[in-house]
């Protein structure tokens, strides 16, 4: 009888051994699986990616050129909800912050060229383009004071942003 105790102990703990292996090398494999797919999410994001920058800042006006250094197109045409989104930021006697969706695009062009496109049918900025935006700020807005910090930030559709400072000048 002590023979077939020792007996039943090995197998049983051979297959406890078994069990602990088999759990492991899974809860490993399913960690790098895990991994694999977190990175693959965050190139994807990586792939649209924009820059700012500011032509001019007036009382009420700001006009900046947004550049597509990415590899996917960046859509600007209102479709009956705004893909992208402009905030402008500034001090006058208190910060003062608008949200503005109703922007115009005066130029669309090929980046570091004068070749430009019909904005009317071009609603786009496809990688290596760029447009120039005039934001207006809201009527009941104070206006730019001279020499003060004027913070811009351009939202695309992918949820990228690029942020910019300027100061309006004389």
């Not at 399913?30 to 920058?53: P, R, V």
């Not at 062009?109 to 900025?125: A, E, G, T, W």
């Not at 207006?136 to 206006?143: F, K, R, W």
Request: proline share 2%.
């Amino acid at each position: 009888m002590g023979f077939s105790v020792t007996v039943a102990s090995m197998i049983v703990l051979i297959g406890l051994a078994t069990f602990m292996g088999v759990t492991t090398i899974s809860l490993i494999y399913s960690i790098n699986q895990l991994t694999i797919l977190l990175n693959t999410l965050n190139k994807q994001d990586t792939d649209a990616q924009i820059e700012l920058n500011i032509v001019n800042i007036s009382a009420s006006t700001i006009e900046f050129y947004v550049k597509n250094e990415g590899s996917k197109t960046i859509f600007l045409k209102n479709q009956g909800f705004n893909w992208n989104s402009v905030i402008i930021a500034y001090k006058n006697d208190t910060w003062h912050s608008y949200l503005i969706e109703d922007y115009s695009i005066s130029e669309i062009k090929v980046q570091s060229s004068s070749l430009s496109f019909d904005v009317s049918s071009h609603s786009y900025i496809n990688p290596g383009e760029e447009a120039k935006i005039l934001v207006s700020l809201p009527e009941y807005a104070p206006i730019i004071p001279y020499n003060e910090t004027v913070i811009i930030v351009f939202f695309s559709h992918y949820g990228i942003s690029a942020i910019k400072e300027g100061v309006r000048r004389a």
